[in-house]
């Protein structure tokens, strides 16, 4: 505690970018940042609602990261702020390491039930600016919220569709029932399997069953901290 204290000593703001598996680790900074008087504590978020009950119990990632709002929230009344970003997901960095259920180099895509459940994605650049916004110009309109951000929000098939379009390629389809999937994942992860917790992950976000279709679960704040417009096209081509 006393070594980050100090390092967070007269600190405006302290922006946590931790992996979503050591979120838990998030809760000893928090103090840390009440202790310095650290005005504002951004929570490493970056993905859907973790607010929402059945977001929290399909995995543990969701529910600590929901925690982790919990906790600041209870930490309110000791002066600190905080801000946590939910921008959906990156198409980017999602090609990059087959999820959402895109499989580039295999020409491969998964579909989750029938493809239509709808998810908010919002590009990396669009997310940083946020971040660099919300702490310059919009201190106030982002106090102690999450913030919500989308460029678009998008279905399985809207993806499909442009990557075959964009590419010139046609992809195998394969389904997957949402329900057995997730049966099965959660028993796997009760028996120890670590890499079970990751299909419970992208259920989460392509389902759009679990908050992450931003769009229904608040505000979205683009144009509020000055994002400037995306082409879905263009965010697509720029993954491929």
Not at 2 to 19: G, H, L, P, R
Not at 100 to 124: A, C, P, Q, Y
Not at 154 to 169: C, F
Not at 174 to 183: A, G, H, I, N, T
């Amino acid at each position: 505690m006393d070594e980050e204290m100090f390092k967070f000593s007269d600190q405006d703001a302290i922006v946590n970018c931790m992996t979503s598996l050591a979120v838990n680790d998030q809760l000893r900074f928090i103090d840390a940042a009440v202790h310095a008087k650290v005005k504002r504590y951004v929570a490493s978020e970056y993905g859907l609602n973790n607010n929402n009950p059945d977001a929290r119990a399909l995995n543990s990632v969701f529910r600590e990261k929901g925690e982790v709002q919990d906790y600041l929230r209870s930490k309110e009344s000791t002066g600190l702020e905080w801000m946590a970003i939910a921008c959906g997901m990156w198409l980017k960095w999602s090609a990059l390491h087959d999820f959402l259920g895109m499989h580039i180099k295999e020409k491969r895509f998964v579909f989750w039930d029938d493809g239509n459940g709808w998810f908010s994605t919002t590009t990396e650049d669009n997310t940083a600016l946020a971040m660099v916004n919300a702490l310059s110009k919009k201190w106030e309109e982002t106090k102690n919220r999450a913030v919500w951000l989308s460029d678009f929000a998008i279905t399985q098939n809207m993806l499909l569709e442009a990557i075959e379009r964009l590419s010139g390629e046609k992809f195998t389809i394969e389904r997957v029932d949402s329900s057995q999937l997730v049966k099965e994942k959660q028993a796997a992860v009760a028996a120890g399997d670590p890499y079970a917790i990751y299909p419970l992950i992208e259920t989460g976000f392509v389902t759009g069953k679990f908050g992450s279709h931003l769009e229904k679960e608040g505000e979205i704040m683009n144009d509020v901290l000055g994002l400037p417009k995306k082409d879905f096209d263009e965010v697509v081509k720029a993954a491929l």
